[in-house]
């Protein structure tokens, strides 16, 4: 079956320019999580839905940052004024309970 | 406060040796535990997860991994290693099996496998 897929794939931003990184989880997953990886780091938490909802977005580095997930399937992640410590790849992940599937990832560089 | 060690950055081992992944976390409700592997460029896989019963757990590519609360480890074991199991591998903490609430990632430990 398919699983969790990103695009794009790879990124590259200048410096204040804003960008949308996608995710479409795997199907009837109801929980979605976005994670951020700086190199040479494990995943942080960014934020979590559960269907469209948004339950948790205490990780979100800023209020440049946001996520939705208007019909509880695709979510985009939005990140607006990008800054070069904004340059890490970022995963989503998607759950049906039995521990959590990661996408490949999306890696943006901002010049 | 949450969290998960990994204290080895990096292990090196020979190909047909034997491993074990170290991994400590500090929880205070009861644990979810999960080991991941990350191939450059990629996402990360899961390896095998711990959410109760039996205290040693097999997952995928023939690694198991053995729960111990009195030292709040959980640590990744494989008898015999392939040059294919150099990666990066990173445990996890999280509760409801991962799918009400954030998981808790450690640093990662890199291994090397030496022909």
């Known amino acids: 079956g398919a699983g969790v897929s990103q695009s794009p794939r790879y990124k590259v931003a200048k410096r204040g320019q804003d960008v949308a990184l996608r995710c479409d989880p795997i199907s009837g997953h109801v929980s979605l999580f976005w994670y951020q990886q700086a190199l040479g780091q494990g995943p942080e938490f960014l934020t979590y839905f559960q269907n469209e909802a948004q339950l948790d977005k205490s990780g979100l580095p800023s209020d440049r940052f946001f996520a939705e997930r208007p019909e509880g399937s695709v979510s985009t992640l939005k990140i607006q004024r990008t800054q070069q410590e904004d340059s890490a790849v970022y995963l989503c992940?998607?759950?049906?309970?039995?521990?959590?599937?990661f996408g490949p990832g999306t890696r943006l560089t901002v010049t | 406060a949450q969290s998960v060690t990994q204290p080895d950055i990096h292990i090196t081992v020979s190909e047909g040796a034997s491993l074990e992944l170290r991994c400590n976390y500090s929880y205070g409700a009861t644990p979810y535990l999960f080991w991941y592997v990350q191939s450059p460029g990629q996402g990360l896989q899961l390896l095998l997860k711990?959410?109760?019963?039996?205290?040693l757990v097999q997952g995928i590519k023939g690694f198991e991994a053995e729960f111990k609360r009195s030292q709040s480890s959980f640590n990744l074991r494989k008898p015999s290693v392939h040059w294919s199991d150099a990666a990066e591998y990173f445990c996890?903490?999280?509760?409801?099996?991962?799918?009400?609430?954030?998981?808790?990632f450690g640093k990662g430990t890199k291994l090397s496998v030496k022909p």
């Open positions: 992940a998607s759950s049906t309970g039995g521990g959590q599937y």
């Open positions: 711990y959410f109760s019963g039996d205290t």
């Open positions: 996890a903490v999280g509760d409801h099996g991962g799918s009400q609430g954030n998981l808790i």
